[in-house]
């Protein structure tokens, strides 16, 4: 299924792979915890975050940008190779990515329309995967103000943002708080995969 020239892939992972998953992402959480980033304008965001692989995002006063090591000093800890072999299915990209966010929607959570611009190379596809809660997924095109298709999302579907949508605005207009038992809570996490620190994609 096509989107603005996003592709989703509903279904792409099973719930017994969900839950494992989420089990992989436990530990990841568990060593880089959860934060509350702040926008450059000093408004605190709705979603938490964290993230994996050799790279990071933060956002704080100081702006949007990728980091080594998570705000408390750590290293973020890896990739889980769960998510590393979703890339490899469904990615359609032979550079592995090197950061991982990962995005907590607790009730009320979104994310308003943005482009995913912080990285070196836009060669590289952003992989996106859904756990827990739906959520109204919008896409409008490479222009702000352009026009914008919507789909609800649920958990295990997937989405590859990438080629002549790459830069596809994006976001989340709001979640089904509850509407999944994968996380005891409720809630959504939102896993994204990107090529961050590389400049180019090699000649194909
Ligand atoms: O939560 C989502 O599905 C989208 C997340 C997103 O766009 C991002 O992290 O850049
Ligand atoms: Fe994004």
Redesign the pocket.
């Known amino acids: 299924m096509d989107l603005n020239g996003v592709t989703i892939h509903p279904g792409a992972l099973d719930h017994a792979a969900q839950e494992a998953l989420v089990a992989d992402l436990r530990d990841v959480v568990s060593a880089a915890p959860l934060f509350h980033p702040e926008t450059s304008r000093g408004r605190k965001m709705s979603v938490r975050m964290t993230s994996a692989g050799a790279l990071g995002w933060v956002s704080d006063r100081r702006g949007y940008r990728y980091e080594p090591a998570h705000p408390s000093g750590v290293a973020w800890p890896p990739i889980p190779d769960r998510l590393l072999a979703l890339w490899d299915r469904l990615a359609d990209c032979a550079t592995p990515p090197d950061t991982c966010?990962i995005?907590f929607y607790g009730e009320g959570a979104r994310?308003g329309l943005h482009q995913?611009r912080d990285e070196a190379s836009f060669d590289f596809p952003v992989l996106?995967l859904?756990l827990g809660d739906d959520?109204l997924?919008r896409v409008g095109g490479t222009e702000r103000g352009g026009r914008t298709k919507s789909v609800w999302?649920s958990s295990g579907d997937v989405a590859v943002i990438g080629g002549d949508a790459r830069l596809a605005y994006?976001?989340?207009d709001r979640t089904r708080f509850g509407s999944s038992s994968l996380l005891p809570q409720g809630g959504r996490i939102?896993v994204?995969l990107r090529v961050a620190g590389v400049s180019a994609a090699p000649p194909s």
Do not use: K, R
């Open positions: 966010l995005n994310m995913d996106s859904s959520a997924f999302l994006h976001g989340i939102n994204t």
